[in-house]
């Protein structure tokens, strides 16, 4: 028997029905308008997704965006602070001396601070790290063109010792798939 079949209605129904909603709304999020029941009851409302105690997809993308640009910024800070500590070590300074550091001004980096390619170099460099007495470029040594940091490839200025001890070529004629020394050795340059 329905509790709206009669005006008067049994007070055991309503109790029933009560118990029912109650049970409802507290496991399913549900609310009703009026909480006692009667012959008017609304459809009941679901609860809103902020009300759930659990974050949304939308808030924890948002969170994880947030620490990877904190961690980027962070690490790029760190990691400036160490290539301008030179972390090859100390230069090496002609004459046998390790230059202790204290004739060595910071450098600050900046785009234009940096060298694309030298000479026969593959690689990148800054301008800290030519002339600095440590070879950076091992197929020409053409970042350390005065220092002699780079004996293997040089006898005098700008040029490559042959293996065989039968001469130098220039430095420009490293690599170039022209066999200038006797052995080869200028083409069989290998990192």
Known sequence: KSPCSDNVGNKSDHAALRRRTNLLSSNAHISTQNSVPSCNLEPPVVSSVADHPLPSLYEALVAILIFFVVASVFLHFSLNKIHNSHIRGRPYVSGGMKDNGANMAPKKMTLTTFVQKIGRCRKYLHLSQIEDGYCDCQLDGSDEVTTGACSHTTVGLKTFKCSDGGGSVFASRVG??????????????SF
């Open 176 to 189: 170039d798939g022209i066999r200038d020394c006797g052995d080869g050795s200028d083409e069989n340059i």
